[in-house]
């Protein structure tokens, strides 16, 4: 992708997670209490706990209330409150952590899918924080996992369209919200697994004098007749997840063609490439990721660090990752980001370091 303007610069990354921690092993002996005592097949996936890799999650509500039903609007409230305060934290963190106001910023690009906000997210955050009254607002909803690293692209692409702004990028995500008591379906199990809650963001900077990693390039890639691989279920009683069992073997097959087609547009290849930044899905993606990178059983360190501690957080894991490795770098200079959510679409992004 070419352009006469410069690359925006990350001035700045945060995250943020609300107040309970969840353990693996207290979900593990309360999951015949989630799931309202007899579930026949409950026995044959309880291994999916042990094999998620995952130690601990956060989660915007107690244990208790998962024990409970509720409806679509109950839902719905809390994701409001627990999001814009989610938002609150990260927003403010990034922008001490890059010298910035609220007044600094000249648009706000907000990603989420795990509940309905109209107003959207980023004009609820705009009561809490005194941004500018001119600030440009860009929600996007739909993106699932995706998110964070499409996401990225939008506001980049943005940031680069007018030279010498500043765009905040901020996602939040309440995975666990989605939880459906009376769901018997083997992906709600597989959710209660993997799912947690989180918020992130990041600075990005098109300004001549701004320091820090550029974005370079963006991109994404949609399978064909793969509506039905990743998504949401609407029901009366919320969201139900749906994703199929054959991600990963999809990942495996498909997706180093899908970032070599995309990094061919930015004049580059794997080869050239130092670190990958990638959204974990689950412990069986990232080592189908592995296999399609090329890279060493296990040296996707910093994806399956974040999967431990926090889970699967959907579009905000990404940018927790990369934290993580922009903090660690051990010398890497160029990385790419990807991601996977509904469409079926991978979503790329690539940072120069220096």
Same mark, same amino acid.
């Given at each position: 992708?070419?352009?006469?303007?410069?690359?925006?610069?990350?001035?700045?990354?945060?995250?943020?997670?609300?107040?309970?921690?969840?353990?693996?092993?207290?979900?593990?002996?309360?999951?015949?209490?989630?799931?309202?005592?007899?579930?026949?097949?409950?026995?044959?996936?309880?291994?999916?706990?042990?094999?998620?890799?995952?130690?601990?999650?956060?989660?915007?509500?107690?244990?208790?209330?998962?024990?409970?039903?509720?409806?679509?609007?109950?839902?719905?409230?809390?994701?409001?409150?627990?999001?814009?305060?989610?938002?609150?934290?990260?927003?403010?963190?990034?922008?001490?952590?890059?010298?910035?106001?609220?007044?600094?910023?000249?648009?706000?690009?907000?990603?989420?899918?795990?509940?309905?906000?109209?107003?959207?997210?980023?004009?609820?955050?705009?009561?809490?924080?005194?941004?500018?009254?001119? /600030?440009?607002?860009?929600?996007?909803?739909?993106?699932?996992?995706?998110?964070?690293?499409?996401?990225?692209?939008?506001?980049?692409?943005?940031?680069?369209?007018?030279?010498?702004?500043?765009?905040?990028?901020?996602?939040?995500?309440?995975?666990?919200? /989605?939880?459906?008591?009376?769901?018997?379906?083997?992906?709600?199990?597989?959710?209660?697994?993997?799912?947690?809650?989180? +918020?992130?963001?990041?600075?990005?900077?098109?300004?001549?004098?701004?320091?820090?990693?550029?974005?370079?390039?963006?991109?994404?890639?949609?399978?064909?007749?793969?509506?039905?691989?990743?998504?949401?279920?609407?029901?009366?009683?919320?969201?139900?997840?749906?994703?199929?069992?054959?991600?990963?073997?999809?990942?495996?097959?498909?997706?180093?063609?899908?970032?070599?087609?995309?990094?061919?547009?930015?004049?580059?290849?794997?080869?050239?490439?130092?670190?990958?930044?990638?959204?974990?899905?689950? +412990?069986?993606?990232?080592?189908?990721?592995?296999?399609?990178?090329?890279?060493?059983?296990?040296?996707?360190?910093? /994806?399956?660090?974040?999967?431990?501690?926090?889970?699967?957080?959907?579009?905000?894991?990404?940018?927790?990752?990369?934290?993580?490795?922009?903090?660690?770098?051990?010398?890497?200079?160029?990385?790419?980001?990807?991601?996977?959510?509904?469409?079926?679409?991978?979503?790329?992004?690539?940072?120069?370091?220096?």
């Amino acid at each position: 992708m070419s352009h006469p303007h410069p690359h925006p610069r990350i001035q700045s990354v945060a995250t943020a997670v609300p107040p309970y921690r969840l353990s693996q092993g207290d979900v593990v002996r309360r999951a015949a209490d989630l799931f309202g005592g007899s579930f026949n097949t409950l026995e044959r996936l309880m291994p999916v706990y042990a094999n998620a890799a995952i130690e601990t999650r956060y989660s915007c509500v107690p244990m208790a209330w998962y024990t409970a039903d509720h409806g679509f609007a109950e839902r719905n409230t809390l994701y409001l409150e627990h999001a814009t305060a989610l938002l609150e934290r990260a927003a403010g963190d990034c922008l001490d952590r890059a010298g910035l106001t609220p007044a600094d910023i000249d648009a706000l690009v907000t990603v989420s899918t795990t509940g309905i906000a109209t107003p959207s997210l980023d004009a609820l955050l705009m009561e809490r924080l005194p941004f500018r009254r001119d /600030t440009q607002r860009l929600p996007i909803f739909g993106l699932g996992c995706a998110g964070g690293v499409i996401g990225l692209g939008r506001a980049a692409a943005l940031a680069r369209a007018t030279p010498g702004s500043r765009v905040l990028f901020l996602v939040v995500e309440l995975c666990t919200l /989605t939880f459906r008591r009376g769901d018997r379906s083997a992906s709600n199990v597989i959710a209660t697994a993997l799912f947690g809650d989180g +918020a992130a963001g990041l600075v990005l900077s098109s300004d001549d004098g701004a320091v820090g990693p550029a974005v370079t390039g963006w991109g994404e890639h949609t399978w064909p007749d793969s509506l039905g691989i990743m998504g949401w279920d609407v029901a009366d009683d919320g969201l139900g997840v749906v994703f199929s069992r054959d991600i990963p073997a999809l990942v495996r097959s498909e997706m180093r063609d899908a970032a070599e087609t995309y990094l061919a547009t930015q004049g580059l290849a794997l080869d050239r490439i130092d670190s990958f930044v990638c959204h974990p899905g689950g +412990a069986k993606v990232i080592d189908a990721l592995e296999d399609a990178y090329g890279v060493a059983q296990g040296g996707l360190a910093h /994806t399956r660090q974040v999967l431990h501690d926090y889970g699967n957080m959907s579009a905000a894991t990404v940018l927790f990752v990369l934290e993580r490795a922009l903090a660690n770098g051990g010398g890497a200079r160029r990385h790419l980001l990807s991601s996977l959510g509904p469409g079926f679409t991978a979503g790329f992004a690539t940072l120069q370091e220096g």
